[in-house]
Every structure is written in structure tokens, then in C-alpha cells.
């Protein structure tokens, strides 16, 4: 694999940005955000003679430029009926991609779920901007959440496969310096998810950047013994041609 002449990552980037996730807003968020064409409801199914509460769950998605439902990833929840049904329901609806200067793009959402004590869905809003993760997560109960931050972790994992990433123009042509800053997510076998440009100089260095992350694996991030999933960002540096 031709890795990009004058790429670099920056060494210990990773630490901090765990330590301080939320911290940089999408550069550019898209001019149309993901709509949903067609939805099914979630279908709580509980033990026979059990009764659940009310109660929400806050789920990420990730769709692709062709309206296609690439991942999901559970927040927060108050039962697990909630997040398993949500889930479930989430792979059966039809999107419309979100589209930035007119062009469909990969782009993330926030689905938060209201449930009623019928186990009916009230509500679900939207919010595409990573702070807003914790804006429900964090009045629920630690132990009902499933994406932490750096801070609650035993320690901070560490990469043990990093890919570069590749050249973003032809050998003859020159290319300039930039930063990309990715913001995703690594789950509890250490494979990175829904990866981001949050910042960058020039797209191009953000695609091959996102190419690359995707790649990478860690050790499990642990809190309490166990492994989780935390949000992290990556800083790529690209030097400009000699």
C-alpha cells in the first residue's frame, strides 16, 4: 500500500483528544441533514408478566450517500427491551442521504427515543452535532450507558494497528500541507466506528485520512474491568511536498 509522502500522525493526540471528546464541532455540517423516508416503530417484546417503565434510549446512526444505513451505535438507555427494539426498527427504515453543495454525503444523526408505559414510541428528535451525544446520556444512570469519555476509562487505549494514509494526488503533482481531525468512536473490541472530518484543509486529505482510521485497531478500552466504547478524535498532519 502507497502510504502519502510526508504524512505524519501526530504522536500522543490521541490521549488528549480522549480526555477532551466533544470538544470540536463538525467544520462544515451538512446543508441538507439525513431524513427518514419510511419508518417502522420499535417492537418492545418483555419476559411474560413484565412490566416496563417509561423510559428513552439514544442511538447514533450513520448513513451512507446512498441513503443506506452504514451503523448504529447505542448511547444511553433505561431498559435494554428499549435499545435492542430501536435497533431492530432502525435497519428496517429508508433514508434520504444528507447532502452538502448539493452532493449526498456520509453524514451521522442523533435519535433519541420517548417510550410511554404502553411501550409506545412518543417521540424521537435529532441532533447531528457530537456534543449533543451526552445532552440525554448524561442524566442516566452510569451504568446505562454504553459511550464514555477518556477520563472515565481504567486507562486510554492504545493503537496497535495504525495504516497511513494514502496520497491524495498523483507523484508528479504537488501536494500542499494540511490538518485533518477525525472524530470517532472505538468500540469494545478496539475497532474504530463511524469515523468523521470534523476539521480539515482540504477534502481530499480528509477522505484518505477517514480511509485510514477506518484501519486502525486498538486494545479494548476498559473502565471498571470491562470493555466499553469511547469517542475519540486523531489529528493527521500532511506536510507539503519537498
Not at 475497532?191 to 480539515?200: E, I, L
Request: net charge positive.
Amino acid at each position: 500500500m502507497n502510504s502519502l509522502r510526508g504524512c505524519s500522525i501526530c504522536a500522543g493526540v490521541l490521549a488528549l483528544a480522549l480526555q477532551a471528546a466533544f470538544a470540536v464541532a463538525p467544520q462544515s455540517a451538512p446543508d441538507q441533514k439525513i431524513s427518514v423516508v419510511r419508518k417502522t416503530d420499535p417492537v418492545i417484546r418483555p419476559s411474560i408478566g413484565e412490566k416496563l417503565p417509561a423510559g428513552q434510549a439514544t442511538v447514533l446512526i450513520q448513513v451512507d450517500g446512498a441513503g443506506q444505513l452504514m451503523d448504529t451505535l447505542v448511547v444511553s438507555y433505561t431498559h435494554p427491551y428499549y435499545a435492542e427494539a430501536i435497533v431492530n426498527a432502525l435497519k428496517q427504515w429508508e433514508y434520504k442521504p444528507a447532502l452538502k453543495g448539493g452532493e449526498p454525503v456520509v453524514a451521522r444523526a442523533r435519535l433519541v427515543f420517548q417510550f410511554d408505559v404502553k411501550q409506545q414510541v412518543l417521540t424521537f428528535t435529532r441532533s447531528d452535532l457530537a456534543e449533543a451525544l451526552w445532552a440525554n446520556a448524561a442524566g442516566a444512570p452510569r451504568d446505562l450507558r454504553c459511550v464514555y469519555t477518556g477520563k472515565e476509562l481504567d486507562e486510554l487505549p492504545k493503537p496497535i494497528t495504525v495504516v497511513q494514509p494514502l496520497r491524495i494526488a498523483p507523484p508528479d503533482q504537488a501536494v500542499p500541507a494540511g490538518r485533518v481531525l477525525i472524530d470517532f468512536f472505538i468500540d469494545e473490541t478496539g475497532k474504530p466506528r463511524m469515523p468523521a472530518a470534523v476539521r480539515y484543509d482540504d477534502e481530499r486529505m480528509a477522505g484518505s485520512a477517514l480511509q485510514a482510521i477506518a484501519q486502525w485497531r486498538f486494545t479494548p478500552p476498559m473502565r471498571q474491568g470491562k470493555p466499553v466504547t469511547v469517542q475519540a478524535q486523531q489529528w493527521f498532519e500532511f506536510s507539503a511536498d519537498k
